[in-house]
Nanobody, 119 residues
Framework: QVQLQESGGGSVQAGGSLRLSCAAS?????MAWFRRAPGKEREGVAA????????QYADSVKGRFTISQDNANNALYLQMNSLKPEDTAMYYC???????????????WGQGTQVTVSS
């Protein structure tokens, strides 16, 4: 059983930056960030394999967001730069195994942290 707790959300103007954090209760084989905007499906944002550091990104965030991890502290991060109003959503941390890349089938989920980007 993996417990996840996100932090770091907030309100920012377009073009600004935020860094999200996710604290895991135990080491996770793989982790990912998802988001859900009002009225939309949950969307995979970025994923990482803990052992190799291999990453995946949604096309909508490539070049703007960076996923990283601190394995010593069971922590996951999402650095978000050049934020746009369409990035406004609740952001969730997820963990496996099993690992599903950017598909929202992970067994373990955090409660989410809200990111609001104003124009």
């Amino acid at each position: 059983q993996v417990q996840l707790q996100e932090s770091g959300g907030g309100s920012v103007q377009a073009g600004g930056s935020l860094r999200l954090s996710c604290a895991a209760s135990v080491p996770a084989y793989c982790m990912a960030w998802f988001r859900r905007a009002p009225g939309k499906e949950r969307e995979g944002v970025a994923a990482i394999m803990s052992a190799t550091g291999s990453t995946q990104y949604a096309d909508s965030v490539k070049g703007r967001f960076t996923i990283s991890q601190d394995n010593a502290n069971n922590a996951l991060y999402l650095q978000m730069n050049s934020l746009k109003p369409e990035d406004t959503a609740m952001y969730y941390c997820a963990a496996g195994p099993p690992c599903y890349g950017l598909t929202a089938k992970y067994n373990y989920w955090g409660q989410g942290t809200q990111v609001t980007v104003s124009s």
